[in-house]
T-cell receptor
Framework: QQQVKQSPQSLIVQKGGISIINCAYE??????FPWYQQFPGKGPALLIA?????SEKKEGRFTISFNKSAKQFSLHIMDSQPGDSATYFCAGIGGSEKLVFGKGMKLTVNP | NAGVTQTPKFQVLKTGQSMTLQCAQDMNHEYMSWYRQDPGMGLRLIHY???????DQGEVPNGYNVSRSTTEDFPLRLLSAAPSQTSVYFCASSRIGGTDFHHNEQFFGPGTRLTVL
């Protein structure tokens, strides 16, 4: 059972464009939703995270939008840059520290 | 701080061989975990530990053993490697017991790329 579903699997945008990654979760015990960014050959690193009682969180060019009733959340990358090219994972975490990841989305930002 | 370190970076095994993937952290984190990453599958939890002497199974534990004798180290053992265990393995660590506002950040190592022939 996949508890966190992520789409699309890949995305190509032009420099300066907006990248949008969507996730949906099933486990209502999740109480924290982090996004991880992974560059080729590296381990994932925390990018931004949100609690389900907050509808939006913004850090620089990265914004999470959260819809608790629909059990959906999304990451928006504004003014996308070639340096943002990476794989992005959404995740959910509940009472324990166990992260449940989506399958990931490979973002390519063309110059 | 070195953070989370993993050795080796690359490994090729033959079917049936055994080996241990090493993971160490110098941040005094209570929680440590192992994930495997396969194309199109995301990261899946293999085993985790909430402290020395305490381990538990994750989503895909079959074929793997772990132990946690110290806070710093969390080795992953493959007793009899199979081609299905070809993957990239990541170790992660974090503190336990976040605030009411957030869970603690999990820090990932650089990974071990394992090929089983």
């Amino acid at each position: 059972q996949q508890q966190v579903k992520q789409s699309p699997q890949s995305l190509i945008v032009q420099k300066g464009g907006i990248s949008i990654i969507n996730c949906a979760y099933e486990n209502t015990a999740f109480d924290y939703f982090p996004w991880y960014q992974q560059f080729p050959g590296k381990g994932p690193a925390l990018l931004i995270a949100i609690r389900p009682d907050v509808s939006e969180k913004k850090e620089g060019r990265f914004t999470i939008s959260f819809n608790k009733s629909a059990k959906q959340f999304s990451l928006h990358i504004m003014d996308s840059q070639p340096g943002d090219s990476a794989t992005y994972f959404c995740a959910g975490i509940g009472g324990s520290e166990k992260l449940v990841f989506g399958k990931g989305m490979k973002l390519t930002v063309n110059p | 701080n070195a953070g989370v370190t993993q050795t080796p970076k690359f490994q090729v095994l033959k079917t049936g061989q055994s080996m241990t993937l090493q993971c160490a952290q110098d941040m005094n984190h209570e929680y440590m975990s192992w994930y495997r990453q396969d194309p199109g599958m995301g990261l899946r939890l293999i085993h985790y530990s909430v402290g020395a002497g305490i381990t538990d199974q994750g989503e895909v534990p079959n074929g793997y053993n772990v132990s946690r004798s110290t806070t710093e180290d969390f080795p992953l053992r493959l007793l009899s490697a199979a081609p299905s265990q070809t993957s990239v393995y990541f170790c992660a660590s974090s503190r336990i017991g976040g605030t009411d506002f957030h869970h603690n950040e999990q820090f990932f190592g650089p990974g071990t790329r394992l090929t089983v022939l």
